[in-house]
């Protein structure tokens, strides 16, 4: 294992950043000019020393969580535990507090204990995931920062009442593991009143931004991963995106790359393509924290403007032979970010048959691996040629140090893209729109608008079905 407190080790197992494929001096009139990221400069500068103000008041409590040893501790020793209690743990979130957790685990998870992350109430995969389990070998982390997720209680209550049938009331408690807001929130009122075995997501800190909590890291080392890695990866980053100067600093390069794209090209997505199966689920926890971020309708001065770049998470080679037409060919209004792995910690040659066939014995000798990697080159290539927009982040190995490091990259790159855009990253009011219509929707007193609800339903109903 390597050591990561050694600074050449951390050299080598640098995330970085090539912002080639972005600019005009490869692509020509259709890339962006350095001169207008220099003219971004002293205005991206100004983003990171707000940044350092804030978090030295601790107004910023995300970018505090590298260093968290208190917590860290809790976490492990919690998680060794549950270890030693169960064959399998099963997550019940949705969005922020699933996806994070999930992206760690697709990426590092060893397998065992087997952790199912359930982030849905579609009754048939409910249905099927609880009819699967031993209950008397299963752990189940209820995970909601708010406390009050409709769909996350209502697990948590089937959960319990199997539990309850299963093992009876003393020894089903040792059997769930809540993860909420230290201070308040339902299911913090129930941890009070029953004494379930509990976990703190920090005040400050929203569910999208929660990987690095317990959130995340629980159920995270419960699968076997070294969360002190992560952190130590969280941490080396932090150090890398604390610079003022654009150009070295590769979180606030992104940023202003990104930015300039959206207000100079007039990009309206942008991509971020793992080449990795165990970064797939990464892909998808960067666009919920792209989309709740920066979709935006108003900015801090209170103007009405509609911000925010539509997130798509994409993986190669899948998603290359189904994409990359419409990418070529189709409007040139999104940015490709390739994620490359350089080692990808396995390979496995490909057999020499069929030498005679042109289409076939080219591949004699070479690795899967090699391979990847270069499909991975001839779809960067590809776009460059036909001067679409396109950026690499080149991963040495994938390990707990690196995905560390991309976790926190693109948290920073989300902060300082919000603050070049003058929009708050911390809010989401229109999604809060969507809960507070499902607890109306439920019943749910206080938040029945009932004249409201009745009258769409009713409009709706006179509407035929085709």
Not at 340 to 357: F, M, N, Q, T
Not at 401 to 409: A, R
Not at 445 to 456: F, H, S, T
């Amino acid at each position: 294992m390597p050591d990561f407190r050694r600074r050449a080790v951390r050299e080598r197992m640098t995330v970085r950043l090539d912002p080639s494929g972005m600019l005009n001096e490869t692509l020509g009139s259709a890339g962006l000019a350095r001169a207008d990221l220099d003219a971004l400069a002293e205005r991206a500068a100004d983003t990171v020393r707000a940044v350092a103000d804030r978090r030295a008041a601790g107004q910023l409590p995300v970018f505090a969580l590298v260093q968290q040893p208190e917590a860290l501790g809790r976490i492990t020793a919690l998680a060794r535990e549950v270890r030693d209690e169960i064959d399998t743990l099963v997550v019940l979130g949705v969005g922020g507090s699933a996806l994070g957790s999930r992206a760690i685990l697709s990426a590092l998870g060893s397998g065992t204990p087997r952790v199912v992350v359930a982030d849905n109430v579609d009754p048939w995969s409910v249905g099927a995931l609880l009819d699967d389990l031993d209950l008397t070998r299963t752990a189940f982390n209820v995970v909601s920062k708010s406390g009050e997720t409709a769909a996350t209680i209502a697990q948590f209550l089937i959960v319990r009442d199997r539990l309850l049938r299963a093992l009876g009331a003393i020894e089903y408690k040792p059997r769930v593991i809540i993860t909420t807001d230290a201070e308040r929130g339902s299911l913090r009122q129930i941890v009070n009143d029953e004494g379930f075995r509990d976990l703190a997501v920090p005040a400050g800190v929203a569910s999208r931004f929660s990987v690095l909590t317990a959130a995340g890291l629980f159920p995270a080392a419960v699968g076997g991963v070294r969360i002190e890695d992560v952190l130590a990866g969280a941490a080396w980053m932090d150090q890398r995106t604390r610079s003022p100067v654009l150009w070295e600093n590769p979180a606030l390069l992104l940023a202003a790359m990104l930015y300039l794209a959206e207000t100079r090209a007039s990009t309206h997505t942008v991509v971020l393509m793992p080449y990795s199966d165990r970064l797939r689920d990464l892909a998808r926890w960067f666009a919920q924290l792209w989309a709740e971020s920066l979709g935006k309708a108003v900015d801090l001065d209170g103007r009405k403007r509609a911000v925010g770049t539509t997130p798509q998470a994409a993986v190669g080679v899948s998603d290359q032979h189904s994409l990359l037409q419409l990418w070529l060919d189709g409007p040139a209004d999104r940015v490709v970010c390739f994620v490359r792995v350089e080692d990808h910690g396995r390979e496995i040659e490909i057999p020499s048959a069929y030498g005679d066939l042109e289409g076939v014995g080219y591949l004699r000798g070479k690795g899967l691996g090699a391979l990847l990697n270069m499909e991975q080159r001839a779809t960067e290539l590809a776009l460059q040629q036909r001067g679409r927009l396109s950026l690499t982040l080149s991963v040495p190995e994938l390990n707990a140090f690196t995905l560390g490091q991309l976790v926190f990259l693109f948290e920073a790159v989300t902060v300082f893209a919000a603050s070049l855009h003058r929009v708050d990253s911390w809010n989401q009011p229109a999604a809060e729109e969507g809960r507070q219509l499902t607890f109306g929707l439920a019943g749910r007193k206080a938040w029945e608008d009932r004249d409201e609800v009745e009258a769409w339903l009713a409009a709706k109903a006179t509407r035929p079905l085709v």
